[in-house]
């Protein structure tokens, strides 16, 4: 009875998870540039937002674990190549702000003074 329970809980946990990575990575897709597909010479925003979106269809109705999984590959390479090149090509990569052009990766860089 016990073992029903966790196996109940332990799917709608990742069920919960894959549908919110799913439109997490649904929204940053609708949300970027189509030039900026282009420019980081990726697939187009139209491709992505239809992979994207069958991958959160099927999260929201059907919910098996194996679509479930190609959707989350699909989004994971979405999230980790697409989205940072975009991102860099928009403008908005690095994640620093206000810094100097002689900040390195850990600070300011003197030269050696």
Known sequence: MLRDGFDLGLSLVTDVVFLGFALVSFVFAAMAREDAYRAADKQTKKFW???LSINLVLNLVLGMLF?????????IVFMVDVRPAIKQISGGGGGRRGGSSSDGPYGPYNGGR
């Open 67 to 75: 679509l479930q999984i190609a959707g989350l590959i699909a989004a």
């Open 49 to 51: 937002l239809i992979i």
